[in-house]
C-alpha cells in the first residue's frame, strides 16, 4: 500500500511534501479473498510482502466487521447544536427525554460528537474529538439538493410536536466515510546501507480519518446496504407472514434472511458511507422557531432512527435484552394476549334514510352514498380475533321489525349455522339497537386488513298510503336529531 | 418519508418480522374512565342539556383525558341503564357527550350534525301497551382526530335531554355502572409504542 511520490523533493533530510487525501476504497467480496503470506528462512522480505500482512489482517478484521457485526455506529457521533447556538427541541414524550434531536437550530453550525462507526466496507471510522462543522458551507458543496416545502410531520415523522407547522427547507444527510491520507514520508535508499545515495521519497504511514459531508439524497437500500450509491442489492418482493402454517412461516422468514444476507455478502460497494443525522436549512422555520433568537438561517436537525442506523454492543445486547423479553413473555401484564393491536371504525355523519319495498338487505351509509364502513389498517394476525361492535338509534316508519347484521369482507360469518354478527329488532317498541361479538381466528380465517359494513332488512307493518298501496318501510339515522350511528372494529392478539 | 426510511419498503410492515402476537404491545394508549358509583336520580334543568351525576353529592359523569399526540383517534364508550319518572307521557331521551363544552361534529365543516349522540324512546302513559319506563344506553365510537378540538386536554362529559315539551320536571335515575365512560387514546400500530 506503499504511494509513490513523484512530486516530493527528497535529499538526505527529511522529506517535506503535501500528501493527498482519498477517501476508502470501496468493498466487494473478491477484494476480501486475499492470499495469506507465508515466511521462510533466508527468504528476501520486500514492502510487497509487509504490505501483504497488513492487507491481509486487515481485509478480515474489515470483513467480520461488516458481516459478523454489521455496519452502523457503534456509539457516540451524535450531531447537536454547536456551542453557544441557541435551540428548541421538536420532539415529544420519551424521545425528547432521551436526546435533543429533532431540534431547531439558530444558526448553521453542529457539533458531532467523538464515536466510533463501522461502514459496509468494515473500516472503522474513529472521531476522536468532538467537530464543529458549518452546514450552510458544506452545503454549497452540494448544489444538486433540492428545495422542499413540507409540515413538520411529513419532514420528522410523527415526533413533530407541532405537525401542521409548514416550513421550506433544503434537506441534507450527514454522512461519515474513511478518508485515508498518506503520511511520515522517508527517503528511499537505493542499496543495502543506510549510507547509500537516497533515490526518491515515500510515504510510511497511511493516517486513517473521518470526512463528514453531505449528501443531497441515499440510494433506497441504503439502510440494507450502507451505501451512498445504488448497488445489485435488491430487497426479495415477497410477502411475509401469510403463512398458516407456523413452519412454512418460520422456514420463509429464514430463507429471506438468507436471501438478504447473501446479497449483502457479496455485493460492490463503490461508497461506504454512515449516515449521521439528516439536516435541514431553511430561511422561514415558522413557528418552530418560537422563542430563539434571529438568525439569518435556521437548522433543522434529527439524528434519531431510522437515518441513524445503530449497531447494537453484543455485551449490552446480551445483558439487557433477554431481561426485557423474558419479563415481558413470563409476567409482564402489559404486553400480553388480549391486547388491543389495531382499531378501526366509523359512524354516520349525516341524515341517512334506508327506504325498502322488499325485505332485502341494504348497506347503511355513514353519509351520502358512503358506506358506513371500519377497515384494519393491517393484516390481522392469524392468531387474533376480531371484536365488532355496532351501535345506533333510529326512527322508523311503516316497519314491524329490522333485522340487521354486520358483514366480515362481504360475508356474514356463522357457526353451525348461527349468524356471529346478527340481531333482529322489535322496532314497535326499540329505537335502537347493539351488536357486539369477539369473532375467533377461526371462523375469520385467512389473515386479512378486515373490513366490516353494517346492512339491515326491513319488515314492513302493512301501511297503506291513501290510494290504498303499501307504503314503503323507511329507517332514518339522523344525527342532528340523535339519531346516530358507530361501527368499531378491533384486532385483539390471541 | 425520508430517503433512508427503510421501512417504506414494504417488507417490515407485514407480521413475521414483529414479535409474536403475544409481544405486541396494545395500541390503546391512556385510558380514561368514571363510574357511576350509586343509583342517582336527575332531573333535568329547564328545557335544555342536563349533566348526568355519578352520585347524589353531584359529581358528574365526565373525564379529562390528556392525549399524547394530537393526530390520533379516540375510542370512546358510554354505557349504563336507568329509569324515567317525573311525568306521564312518552318522549324520546337524547344523550351526548360533549367534549371541551361542545358536541362533536360529524365533520370539520359541519355543525349540524353531531357525533357521540343517542337516542332512546321512553313511554309512561299509564296503561300504555307501549309502556316503557327503563333504558339501556350502549355506545362506542372511534372519533377521527379531525373532528377533535385542538388541544392536548380534552374533559368529555356526558348530558341527557328529553325531547318532548312540557314535561313539567322529569326525571331520570342511572344505577351503578363500573367505566360507564371510557375513553381510550388510540396509538399507531407499533411495535415500539
Known amino acids: 500500500m506503499s504511494t509513490a511520490i513523484a512530486f516530493c523533493t527528497c535529499g538526505c533530510q527529511p522529506c517535506v511534501c503535501t500528501p493527498p487525501s482519498q477517501l476508502g476504497s470501496a468493498s466487494c467480496l473478491p477484494a476480501a479473498c486475499l492470499p495469506r503470506p507465508t515466511f521462510f528462512d533466508g527468504q528476501v522480505i520486500g514492502s510487497a510482502d509487509l504490505n501483504a500482512v497488513v492487507d491481509y489482517a486487515r481485509n478480515q478484521q474489515a470483513l467480520l466487521a461488516r458481516l459478523l457485526g454489521g455496519w452502523g455506529i457503534l456509539g457516540g457521533m451524535r450531531v447537536d447544536a454547536a456551542p453557544g447556538l441557541r435551540a428548541n427541541k421538536l420532539g415529544t414524550g420519551n424521545i425528547a427525554q432521551l436526546g435533543n434531536n429533532p431540534q431547531i437550530i439558530a444558526g448553521t453550525q453542529v457539533q458531532v460528537s467523538p464515536g466510533v462507526a463501522i461502514d459496509a466496507a468494515g473500516n472503522r471510522l474513529v472521531l476522536c474529538a468532538p467537530v464543529v462543522l458549518d452546514i450552510a458551507a458544506l452545503a454549497v458543496q452540494t448544489p444538486q439538493a433540492q428545495l422542499t416545502t413540507a409540515t413538520c410531520a411529513q419532514l420528522l415523522g410523527p415526533e413533530c410536536v407541532n405537525p401542521t407547522v409548514q416550513i421550506t427547507a433544503t434537506e441534507f444527510f450527514l454522512v461519515a466515510e474513511l478518508m485515508e491520507t498518506p503520511a511520515r514520508p522517508v527517503g528511499r535508499v537505493n542499496g543495502p546501507g543506510s549510507c547509500d545515495p537516497v533515490v526518491g521519497c515515500q510515504f510510511s504511514r497511511t493516517v486513517e480519518d473521518v470526512r463528514l459531508s453531505l449528501i443531497s439524497s441515499l440510494a433506497d437500500t441504503y439502510q440494507f446496504t450502507g451505501c451512498a450509491d445504488a448497488t445489485s442489492f435488491s430487497l426479495p418482493g415477497v410477502t411475509l407472514g401469510t403463512a398458516g402454517d407456523p413452519t412454512i412461516c418460520r422456514d420463509e422468514v429464514f430463507a429471506f434472511i438468507d436471501n438478504v444476507q447473501g446479497q449483502l455478502a457479496s455485493i460492490c460497494c463503490s461508497r461506504p458511507v454512515v449516515v449521521l443525522g439528516r439536516v435541514m436549512l431553511t430561511r422561514a422555520p415558522g413557528s418552530l422557531a418560537a422563542g430563539l433568537p434571529f438568525a439569518p438561517q435556521y437548522l433543522v436537525v434529527s439524528d434519531g432512527y431510522p437515518c441513524r442506523k445503530p449497531t447494537f454492543q453484543v455485551g449490552w445486547f446480551t445483558k439487557t435484552w433477554p431481561n426485557v423479553i423474558c419479563n415481558n413473555v413470563t409476567s409482564s401484564p402489559v404486553i400480553s394476549a388480549g391486547s388491543v393491536v389495531q382499531t378501526a371504525g366509523d359512524n354516520v355523519r349525516g341524515p341517512i334514510t334506508i327506504t325498502a319495498s322488499t325485505s332485502d338487505f341494504l348497506t347503511i351509509n355513514s353519509i351520502a352514498t358512503s358506506a358506513l364502513s371500519a377497515q384494519l389498517a393491517q393484516l390481522r394476525l392469524s392468531t387474533s380475533s376480531l371484536r365488532v361492535t355496532f351501535g345506533a338509534t333510529f326512527t322508523v316508519t311503516n316497519v314491524a321489525s329490522a333485522q340487521f347484521r354486520v358483514l366480515v369482507d362481504g360475508v356474514e360469518l356463522a357457526a353451525n349455522g348461527i349468524p356471529f354478527l346478527s340481531t333482529n329488532v322489535d322496532t314497535t317498541r326499540l329505537t335502537q339497537v347493539n351488536i357486539a361479538n369477539i369473532v375467533p381466528p377461526s371462523i375469520l380465517g385467512e389473515a386479512r386488513a378486515h373490513q366490516v359494513v353494517v346492512q339491515v332488512s326491513l319488515t314492513s307493518a302493512g301501511q297503506l298510503d291513501a290510494t290504498g298501496l303499501a307504503k314503503p318501510a323507511t329507517m332514518v339515522f339522523d344525527p342532528s336529531k340523535f339519531d346516530g350511528a358507530s361501527v368499531v372494529i378491533q384486532e385483539i392478539a390471541g | ?193
Request: charged share 15%; with cysteine; hydrophobic share 40%.
Open chain 2, 1 to 193: 418519508m425520508s430517503d433512508c426510511d427503510w421501512q417504506g419498503t414494504g417488507v417490515f410492515g407485514t407480521q413475521v418480522l414483529a414479535p409474536g402476537p403475544s409481544d405486541l404491545p396494545s395500541t390503546e394508549l391512556n385510558l380514561v374512565q368514571q363510574d357511576i358509583e350509586e343509583v342517582t336520580p336527575t332531573t333535568q334543568a329547564g328545557g335544555v342539556f342536563t349533566d348526568v351525576q355519578v352520585n347524589t353529592t353531584g359529581d358528574q359523569l365526565a373525564v379529562t383525558l390528556t392525549r399524547t399526540r394530537r393526530t390520533r383517534a379516540l375510542l370512546v364508550s358510554v354505557g349504563f341503564t336507568g329509569t324515567v319518572t317525573g311525568f306521564a307521557t312518552a318522549s324520546d331521551l337524547a344523550f351526548q357527550v360533549i367534549i371541551n363544552g361542545s358536541p362533536v361534529p360529524a365533520t370539520p365543516t359541519d355543525n349540524t350534525d353531531v357525533l357521540l349522540v343517542r337516542k332512546v324512546h321512553v313511554d309512561l302513559t299509564p296503561g300504555a301497551t307501549t309502556f316503557q319506563s327503563s333504558f339501556n344506553l350502549s355506545m362506542t365510537s372511534l372519533i377521527q382526530p379531525e373532528v377533535l378540538p385542538n388541544a392536548l386536554q380534552l374533559d368529555f362529559l356526558v348530558q341527557f335531554s328529553f325531547l318532548a315539551s312540557g314535561l313539567g320536571g322529569p326525571q331520570i335515575t342511572v344505577f351503578p355502572r363500573e367505566a360507564a365512560l371510557v375513553v381510550k387514546e388510540i396509538g399507531p400500530f407499533s411495535l415500539t409504542t
